[in-house]
C-alpha cells in the first residue's frame, strides 16, 4: 500500500481542487490520501463525491498552533469535524486568517512592494488565506523567484519584516480538542528547521504524555539526519512514525506521494480514531 497522509487542496492553500486532488491520488498509484487543508474540513465532501475505486480518503486538517513563540502546525485525522469544541477553535483561527493577511499587506505596501488585497484575496479563491498567498502575490509582482524565497526573514518568515501573528491554537489544548472529538494527533514537520525556530524535544516529550500520537518523520523539510533524529525520538517516547508529501499543487515542490506511511502505521491510526472513519472510493472518473 502506498499511503500518503498531509496533502492540501484549494480549500486552503494548495493549487488543486479537492476533485483533483483525489483523481491526482488515483493516477499517482496511491491506494491512501489524507486531505488535511489548514484549519478546515471544507473541501472533504467534494473530495468524498469524485473519490476513484481503489484509493481510500482520510479525512482531517492540520490546525495551527504555537508553544513559547513557536509556530507549529498539528495534523488531526478522522475526528468528527461537527464536534463543537473542536469546530469553534478552527473557525477562530480561520477567521483570523483575513485581518492577517492584510496586515501583512499593509507592511509590504510600506516597504514598496505594490500588493493589493484584491490581488491576494483573488490568489486565495475560497481557499483559506494564509501566508502562501501572499508569497504567490510577490511571485506574481517578481519580488521574489519562488513562494519559498518569500519564507525569509526578509518577507513572511517567522519574526520577519512583513510577519503578521494571528491567533494560533495552543497544542496541549489541540490535542485535548483533537482526541476530544475522536480523531489522533500527529506532530507535522517538527524538524523542519528551515521554516523557523523548532520545538524542544522536551516540548515534544511533554506532548507525549499529553496524548500526542505521532511524529511526521519522513517530509521533504527533514534531511537524513533529521530524519534519523526524530525517529529515535519517536521510538523513545512511544510515538507512530508517519510520512507524508505535504503537496499543496503548483505551489510548492513537493510531489505528492514523495513520502508515505508504512501501513502497520496507518493501520494504527484508523484503530485509535472513533470519530470518523476511512472512506473508500465509490468509483468516481479518474
Not at 3 to 26: C, F, N, Q
Not at 83 to 88: K, N
Not at 170 to 194: C, M, Q, Y
Not at 198 to 209: D, G
Request: hydrophobic letters at 40%; charged letters at 25%.
Amino acid at each position: 500500500m502506498r499511503i500518503d497522509l498531509h496533502t492540501h487542496s484549494t480549500a486552503s492553500d494548495g493549487t488543486d481542487s479537492p476533485a483533483e486532488l483525489v483523481r491526482k491520488a488515483a493516477v499517482t498509484g496511491l491506494d491512501v490520501v489524507a486531505l488535511t487543508d489548514h484549519d478546515t474540513t471544507r473541501g472533504h465532501a467534494e473530495a468524498i463525491a469524485a473519490l476513484p475505486e481503489g484509493v481510500t480518503l482520510v479525512t482531517g486538517a492540520e490546525l495551527s498552533c504555537r508553544i513559547d513563540g513557536i509556530s507549529m502546525h498539528m495534523l488531526a485525522y478522522l475526528f468528527d469535524a461537527e464536534e463543537p469544541a473542536l469546530l469553534a477553535e478552527r473557525e477562530l483561527v480561520r477567521d483570523d486568517r483575513v485581518p492577517r493577511a492584510q496586515g501583512m499587506i499593509a507592511k509590504l505596501q510600506e516597504l514598496g512592494v505594490p500588493v493589493t488585497w484584491e490581488q491576494v484575496a483573488r490568489i486565495a479563491g475560497e481557499g483559506s488565506v494564509g501566508r502562501p498567498h501572499v508569497a504567490s502575490a510577490l511571485v506574481e509582482l517578481g519580488v521574489v523567484p519562488t513562494v519559498n524565497d518569500a519564507f525569509t526573514q526578509d518577507w513572511l518568515a517567522d519574526g520577519g519584516r512583513v510577519f503578521v501573528e494571528k491567533h494560533e491554537t495552543d497544542p496541549f489544548e489541540a490535542i485535548r480538542l483533537i482526541k476530544g472529538a475522536g480523531g489522533v494527533a500527529v506532530f507535522a514537520h517538527p524538524g523542519a528547521s528551515k521554516r523557523g525556530l523548532t520545538v524542544p524535544e522536551a516540548a515534544i516529550a511533554e506532548m507525549a504524555a499529553a496524548g500526542l500520537d505521532g511524529l511526521e518523520v519522513d517530509h521533504m523539510d527533514h534531511d537524513a539526519d533529521t530524519r534519523a533524529r526524530l525517529r529515535g525520538l519517536a521510538k523513545e517516547l512511544g510515538l507512530l512514525v508517519t510520512g507524508s508529501s505535504d503537496y499543496h499543487g503548483s505551489r510548492k515542490t513537493c510531489v505528492l506521494g514523495e513520502y508515505t506511511t508504512d501501513p502497520e502505521v496507518y493501520g494504527e491510526i484508523t484503530r485509535r480514531a472513533f470519530g470518523a472513519f476511512p472512506v473508500p472510493g465509490a468509483g468516481g472518473a479518474v
